[in-house]
């Protein structure tokens, strides 16, 4: 059985995947029964806004994103993985800025990316996915060139529900 290691920086963090080559099937881990996927990078970046996304063993997938969710379905043959008639809700998001107020009463505000256009690259980028590799605490999703564009860590409980806009 041939083996391989795949390597992933995340800004200080780096993950390392050791799994089988060729049709190993993760399915079981992907659907664990209360386990959901929080996105740590969607195209080498960390995303701007928190998304999360479920499996279940049906070949439904459910994504909270930044402000809308998407849903469809998924299919995986070994370690190969396409997703299927996706579809999304449609709630319109405007700029968010994050204020806080510092030490001596500093006031920071922050003004974060364009929720809706995050959301249009990591719904793209779901569509281009052709394989995955998992392991107890990562999943990786690459595409047809061998890149890796969406890494989820592993959370167990409720996902999060999307960012309303206020």
């Not at 740590?40 to 070949?59: H, W």
Request: glycine content about 10%.
């Amino acid at each position: 059985m041939k083996t391989k290691t795949l390597t992933v920086a995340l800004g200080l963090a780096v993950v390392t995947l050791t799994g089988c080559v060729g049709g190993a099937d993760y399915t079981a881990q992907l659907t664990e029964p209360g386990v959901w996927w929080t996105l740590v990078a969607l195209n080498g970046e960390p995303p701007a806004y928190t998304y999360g996304a479920t499996f279940s063993s049906d070949g439904r997938f459910n994504s909270s994103m930044s402000c809308n969710e998407c849903w469809g379905s998924y299919v995986v043959v070994g370690n190969i993985l396409q997703f299927q008639e996706i579809t999304t809700s449609v709630v319109a998001c405007g700029s968010v800025a994050r204020v806080w107020v510092g030490p001596g009463g500093a006031t920071y505000v922050v003004e974060l990316p364009d929720p809706m256009g995050e959301e249009n690259v990591y719904l793209d980028t779901l569509r281009g996915v052709t394989r995955y590799a998992i392991d107890d605490e990562w999943l990786v999703i690459f595409d047809s060139e061998g890149e890796a564009i969406l890494v989820y860590q592993r959370r167990e409980g409720d996902p999060p529900p999307p960012l309303l806009p206020y």
